[in-house]
């Protein structure tokens, strides 16, 4: 799944796809990646250099994964 809208933590700034996240912090209330105390309402949109990348990034990922699933 492409990363389609980047949320970033406000604790540790880590950032995650926004639709991946929730539901794993309904599962583990802890980063993922530093395992330190993370909650929904600590999540923010992501900063626009973030948001620009990610952006960029998705059709490239596109053009790599699609042609591996036929």
Known sequence: MPFL????????AHTFCHDCILP????SPYC???????S???????N???RH???RLIPSLLFLI?????
């Open 24 to 27: 794993a912090l309904q599962v």
């Open 48 to 50: 626009p250099i973030i």
């Open 66 to 70: 699609l042609p591996l699933r036929w």
């Open 40 to 46: 929904p309402k600590n999540m923010a949109p992501s």
């Open 5 to 12: 809208d980047p949320t970033t933590s406000q604790t540790c």
């Open 32 to 38: 993922p990646i530093d395992r330190s105390p993370l």
């Open 53 to 55: 990348v990610c952006a």
